[in-house]
T-cell receptor
Framework: EPEVTQTPSHQVTQMGQEVILRCVPISNHLYFYWYRQILGQKVEFLVSFYNNEISEKSEIFDDQFSVERPDGSNFTLKIRSTKLEDSAMYFC????????????????FGPGTRLTVL | AQTVTQSQPEMSVQEAETVTLSCTYDTSESDYYLFWYKQPPSRQMILVIRQEAYKQQNATENRFSVNFQKAAKSFSLKISDSQLGDAAMYFCAYRSASGADKIIFGKGTRLHILP
């Protein structure tokens, strides 16, 4: 069964450094998402992306964050200058559509990247 | 703003028994989707079951079923014949049907299966 993959599984970085988290969505999916989960807290939506544009973003997704689909398979989340509070599990998700009643808008999640900022 | 509340941080159930996880939500919308996601120790978020708000019939997926009470804004998950592999964090989640992409998650319920 196709699945979303993410690399690396764990990233350790120094405060102020840039990090890029990578995701390979399911191949026929067109909508891509990033969520994060700070340890012990809720999973929170960061951003959604379609047709090479951000379609929705949360208040968390400030100017330090950016997303990109650099080629036909990867979807990346960049944090320009990491802060201690960016330490979290980051989940990528993808869906075939963004709406409808056939279930094709179901978001499938990757295994996550644990980001630790020191 | 929509919210999702899971009032049971942890639950335990004997293997082969049935357990029900509770979830309530708040929304002013009439059309939306509700989900239960499972997050085992491997951390992968796996979709367990999905319910469209316009459907009166409760969704079922094998041993998993929901009790969707739209008027009460309640969406509980029943797991029958619990298995050791069901041990995980379970998240109740909401998504608007009005074009918004984001899924709103509850805090989760950690389910322990006792052998």
């Amino acid at each position: 069964e196709p699945e979303v993959t993410q690399t690396p599984s764990h990233q350790v970085t120094q405060m102020g450094q840039e990090v890029i988290l990578r995701c390979v969505p399911i191949s026929n999916h067109l909508y891509f998402y990033w969520y994060r989960q700070i340890l012990g807290q809720k999973v929170e939506f960061l951003v959604s992306f379609y047709n090479n544009e951000i379609s929705e973003k949360s208040e968390i997704f400030d100017d330090q964050f950016s997303v990109e689909r650099p080629d036909g398979s990867n979807f990346t989340l960049k944090i320009r200058s990491t802060k201690l509070e960016d330490s979290a599990m980051y989940f990528c998700a993808s869906s075939e559509t963004s709406g409808g009643t056939l279930g094709t808008d179901t978001q499938y999640f990757g295994p996550g990247t644990r980001l630790t900022v020191l | 703003a929509q919210t999702v509340t899971q009032s049971q941080p942890e639950m335990s159930v004997q293997e082969a028994e049935t357990v029900t996880l509770s979830c309530t939500y708040d929304t002013s919308e009439s059309d939306y989707y509700l989900f239960w996601y499972k997050q085992p120790p491997s951390r992968q978020m796996i979709l367990v079951i999905r319910q469209e708000a316009y459907k009166q019939q409760n969704a079922t997926e094998n041993r998993f079923s929901v009790n969707f009470q739209k008027a009460a804004k309640s969406f509980s998950l029943k797991i029958s014949d619990s298995q050791l592999g069901d041990a995980a964090m379970y998240f109740c989640a909401y998504r608007s049907a009005s074009g918004a992409d984001k899924i709103i998650f509850g805090k989760g319920t950690r389910l322990h299966i006792l052998p």
